[in-house]
């Protein structure tokens, strides 16, 4: 046997069986092969016709055949739309323009350790340790950006522009501009800088909520240093929390993509096939091969939008740390000898950890307890959870369902602002 399969064969094996059955050998007679070649000569007789109609447009036949058409289908079948197979290569040629390098540095002071100003250590030495000044170097990174305005609004990821003294970005055509941070925020891993320039190219964006796994996926950037390199792929997940990424400081449902992305390519953008922007490049796997992530275009814009205009953004949380329950991490939990849970429930999600002082600690919120439900929306994983607190405001109410020791219990929580610099928390 194969190790290949080969279904057309044995559709034909069965075709013959059938045959076989139906007209078994005894049978056969001079109808037989009469019949088959008036079969043929029918087959033939069509065969001739259909090229005929199809050969002269104005043949009656042809005429009666489309009239019994719908006419969408014949407006259908005379417009069939053919992909330019150097479709991204138009896509490169008209986007690219708007996709810029961002080049930022900033001065890191390196102190002399107070040990070595002890008097007593230095006598202990021999007075060898030299007593330096506090040295200075500057820390250069290179990352891209793409242009949203022609007055010099840029997209990029806020890790590319981190705590930066200067930012210039150097567009396509070779023009370097002193840019200046606007909004900064770590969260999602957004920033936006400006530019004092007018009549800039431009990118599109797309609706990133309509994208599907299969679709082309175009990334343009400036990997490793080496300036307007493009690449491709498909969009190979939607969805992806920071968890399934690993990394748990962000409030993001990531794109999963093929298209191969590198250090350098952070900030630039992820491209359908019409050329417009779905995401914005952030995050690789080191450990693997193929797989990067892109944070969608939707949330950018709505962060993106609050930076230009407030200048940062606040982040409704409500202090706990969670993991979504099956019945594996049921087991899991409830054999380990360090954990203090008990857990009951087979789905939902469960509170693992409440932050003291936090807004789900005031609310009465327990480590053990499993959220059901918030606002009436049901809640079966950890990340909806996640998304649902991001998208309510500092202060609202939040009406959370839990089940408590077999109990249903019912409270209500007002998110806080997330505090940026405390990483472990994730709603």
């Not at 007593?120 to 305005?149: K, T």
């Not at 599907?212 to 307007?228: F, M, R, T, V």
């Not at 990340?383 to 408590?404: A, F, K, M, P, Y």
């Amino acid at each position: 046997m194969s190790q290949f399969d080969y279904p057309e064969a044995e559709t034909a094996s069965r075709h013959s069986e059938t045959q076989l059955t139906e007209t078994p050998a005894s049978h056969r007679s001079n109808r037989g092969w009469r019949a088959s070649f008036a079969s043929v000569l029918l087959g033939a007789s069509v065969a001739t016709t259909g090229a005929y109609i199809a050969w002269n447009p104005s043949s009656p036949l042809r005429q009666q055949a489309q009239a019994q058409l719908p006419p969408t289908s014949i407006a259908q079948a005379q417009n069939v739309p053919i992909r330019d197979p150097n479709f991204i290569t138009s896509v490169v040629q008209n986007v690219g323009p708007a996709v810029v390098r961002i080049d930022a540095s900033r001065t890191v002071r390196s102190a002399v350790p107070e040990a070595f100003r002890d008097p007593r250590l230095r006598q202990f030495f021999g007075g060898r340790v030299p007593l330096q000044e506090p040295s200075e170097r500057v820390q250069r990174g290179v990352g891209s950006g793409f242009i949203v305005s022609q007055d010099g609004q840029i997209i990029t990821n806020a890790h590319v522009v981190a705590g930066s003294d200067t930012v210039e970005v150097v567009l396509k055509d070779g023009r370097r501009i002193e840019g200046r941070v606007v909004g900064s925020d770590p969260v999602t891993d957004v920033a936006v800088v400006k530019v004092d320039e007018t009549n800039l190219p431009t990118v599109k964006l797309s609706n990133s909520d309509q994208i599907q796994p299969g679709q082309w996926a175009i990334a343009i950037g400036n990997p490793l240093g080496l300036d307007n390199t493009v690449t491709a792929g498909i969009i190979s997940a939607t969805g992806r929390s920071s968890s399934d990424v690993g990394i748990s400081d962000k409030r993001i449902d990531f794109i999963q993509t093929d298209a191969a992305i590198n250090p350098g390519n952070s900030g630039g953008p992820l491209l359908n096939e019409r050329g417009e922007v779905i995401g914005v490049n952030t995050a690789i796997r080191a450990d693997a091969q193929g797989i990067g992530f892109a944070i969608p275009i939707n949330t950018v814009q709505r962060i993106s939008n609050e930076l230009i205009t407030k200048g940062s953004v606040q982040h409704p949380y409500l202090g706990v740390q969670m993991v979504t329950l099956t019945p594996d991490v049921k087991q899991d939990i409830n054999s380990n000898p360090e954990s203090d849970l008990n857990v009951t429930e087979d789905e939902g999600v469960l509170v693992v950890r409440v932050v003291s002082d936090s807004p789900a600690a005031k609310a009465g919120i327990r480590a053990g307890d499993i959220v059901r439900s918030i606002n009436g929306q049901t809640i079966t994983k950890a990340n909806e959870l996640q998304n649902v607190v991001e998208q309510s405001q500092v202060g609202s109410n939040l009406q959370v369902q839990l089940r408590r020791a077999g109990q249903d219990v019912n409270l209500t929580v007002q998110p806080g602002a997330y505090p940026v610099d405390n990483s472990d928390q994730q709603g």
